[in-house]
């Protein structure tokens, strides 16, 4: 039977051609290594955006509903704001590598900032616990395999401490001033989650560095070959 490969069997490279997936442009002038970098804090920036985005939507349309309630100023206030930092991290995205932080600290930057935004929302606005919960929880998600374990650690203690905060806060300032079993119980359930998402990011993490190391001596096995 004819071969038809003369030389035997082709040879299948186990390392994916990045190169492809660079599109030639303004970047092609760029190492490889550069440019392949610069895709994936582009893909962060655009993830964080549509977190950005899908949150705006869902609280404007639960302002609509009645559910939450939030001055025109301030919500015109929080988008101006979110705006200027998208900008900026988009401007980190696009600047190049020599300028650019290391995808961890820039993870790390987006991660406060929405943390922060968050905990104004939730400040500014009334009725508004289960979705600042969900907007805490997106932060999280988005963090945990972006930073380290210790660093997710300390962003969860950063989110919860915020929350508490300003959730006391306005438990003291309201007419007459009153901590509510219906309260703890909501301070309980975000806590809950919070500890969850903390516990879901260490078993992540773990065999997401098993799996990194395998494939790591699997590419090495390879090329000894």
Same mark, same amino acid.
């Given at each position: 039977?004819?071969?038809?490969? +003369?030389?035997g069997?082709?040879t /299948?490279?186990?390392?994916?051609? %990045?190169?492809?997936l660079?599109? +030639?442009g303004?970047?092609?002038?760029?190492p #490889?290594?550069?440019?392949?970098?610069? #895709? /994936?804090?582009?893909e962060?920036?655009?993830?964080?955006?549509?977190?950005?985005?899908g949150?705006?939507?869902?609280?404007w349309?639960s302002?609509? =509903?009645g559910?939450?309630?939030?001055?025109m100023?301030? =919500?015109?206030?929080?988008?101006i704001?979110?705006?200027a930092?998208?900008?900026?991290f %988009?401007t980190?995205?696009r600047?190049?590598a020599?300028h650019r +932080?290391?995808?961890?600290?820039?993870?790390?930057a987006?991660?406060?900032?929405g943390?922060a935004? =968050?905990?104004?929302?939730?400040?500014?606005?009334?009725?508004?616990?289960?979705?600042?919960?969900g907007?805490?929880?997106?932060?999280?998600?988005?963090?945990m395999?972006? /930073? *380290?374990?210790n660093?997710?650690n300390? #962003? @969860?203690?950063?989110?919860v401490?915020?929350? #508490?905060?300003? %959730?006391?806060?306005?438990?003291?300032?309201r007419?007459?001033p009153s901590? @509510?079993?219906?309260s703890?119980v909501q301070?309980?359930?975000?806590?809950?989650?919070?500890l969850?998402?903390? $516990?879901?990011? *260490?078993?992540?993490?773990?065999?997401y560095?098993?799996?990194? $190391?395998?494939?790591?001596?699997?590419?090495q *096995?390879?090329?000894?070959e």
């Amino acid at each position: 039977m004819h071969n038809p490969f +003369p030389s035997g069997s082709p040879t /299948v490279s186990t390392t994916p051609d %990045f190169s492809k997936l660079i599109a +030639p442009g303004s970047d092609s002038d760029l190492p #490889l290594s550069d440019a392949i970098t610069k #895709l /994936v804090t582009m893909e962060q920036f655009n993830l964080a955006f549509a977190i950005y985005c899908g949150w705006s939507v869902i609280a404007w349309l639960s302002h609509m =509903a009645g559910m939450v309630s939030i001055s025109m100023q301030t =919500a015109v206030t929080n988008l101006i704001g979110i705006c200027a930092t998208n900008v900026l991290f %988009f401007t980190i995205a696009r600047s190049q590598a020599p300028h650019r +932080p290391s995808e961890e600290i820039t993870a790390l930057a987006q991660s406060v900032v929405g943390i922060a935004w =968050a905990t104004l929302f939730t400040f500014m606005s009334s009725g508004s616990h289960e979705l600042s919960i969900g907007i805490y929880a997106s932060v999280l998600l988005f963090a945990m395999l972006r /930073v *380290r374990r210790n660093v997710l650690n300390r #962003l @969860t203690v950063f989110a919860v401490s915020s929350y #508490l905060t300003i %959730f006391i806060i306005k438990m003291l300032t309201r007419e007459p001033p009153s901590i @509510t079993p219906a309260s703890l119980v909501q301070i309980l359930i975000f806590i809950s989650i919070m500890l969850c998402l903390v $516990g879901t990011g *260490r078993y992540v993490y773990r065999h997401y560095n098993r799996i990194k $190391g395998e494939y790591s001596q699997l590419q090495q *096995r390879f090329r000894s070959e």
